[in-house]
């Protein structure tokens, strides 16, 4: 896919620039599904691949990335776990703007719960060993794991992740989107809907192309204004919260990144320097979001280097 088409596919209400497509991987023959919660009649769901009942492995949750408004637990990355030594779990969420940032955070929270309480019994893993990754905005809630989950998870790997949401890049009109084909009101709204979403299609996409197109996604995936609310903020922005108890992090972020900024990366690599955190931040010279453009061979360098620097903290 051609730059061009990758945008025209985006303006058409899909995902794809938010999560492109080498990311997924072809969903593993042995999964298991459990919803971890309900909520007024909604099931939100986890997929666990790789588990063995002869064999305690350590785990690694990922969380999907989508701008919280669009994805789902479905088709996880293949290079968190290449060889098969980890329980793989993905975990959805509800999504935005039907439910806004609070509860979404309880969700993440309870699905940790759930792993703990219940994941050593019906999936053998060992929860004293658990690393969370994400991308873009499931980087967002990854790092936010860090400072929400207790027990704190043993490693984080952000994927062009950020740790604030008050900045003028989410909360003002992108140069970057107002480029790309014009979203209605009406369309936007008529692609979400009032109930509770937690699997989200890609025609949501829309949705998200008008927040950037006006500068409104932290008030419509909140419910507050960070220009007059600023203060609010604070428990949602991990860059605010990092401290010497924060676990080891891998921020991986593309210079070229056109959806969320480098210097969200750049900021949380200086927030965890200050405390002395243990962690790598992996700059990619040229990178689009999520590494869009990147090569395979250089790709599959990176995650290389951010999983061995995990294992050397986790085991």
Known sequence: MNRHEFLKTMAGGAASLLVPGWMWSDEPDEVKTFTY???SGCEIKLDAFGSDPKVRKPVIVHIHGGALIIG????????LNPHGDH???SIDYRLAPETKLPAIIEDVQDAFRWIHKKGPRLLNIDAGKLVVAGGSAGGYLTLMTGLCVKPRPKALIAVSGYGDLTGPWYGRPSAFYLQQRHVSKEDAY???GTGCVSEGAGSRGKFYLYCRQNGIWPQEVTGHNPDTES???DRYCPVRNVSSKYPPTVLIHGTADTDVPYEESDAMDKALSHFKVPHKFISVPGGGHVLYGVGESERTRIYEEALAFVK???G
């Open 190 to 192: 008529a692609s979400v």
């Open 72 to 79: 789902s637990r479905k088709n996880p990355p293949q290079w």
């Open 37 to 39: 919660k309900t909520v």
């Open 312 to 314: 050397e903290r986790v």
């Open 231 to 233: 203060k609010w903020f």
């Open 87 to 89: 329980v793989l779990i």
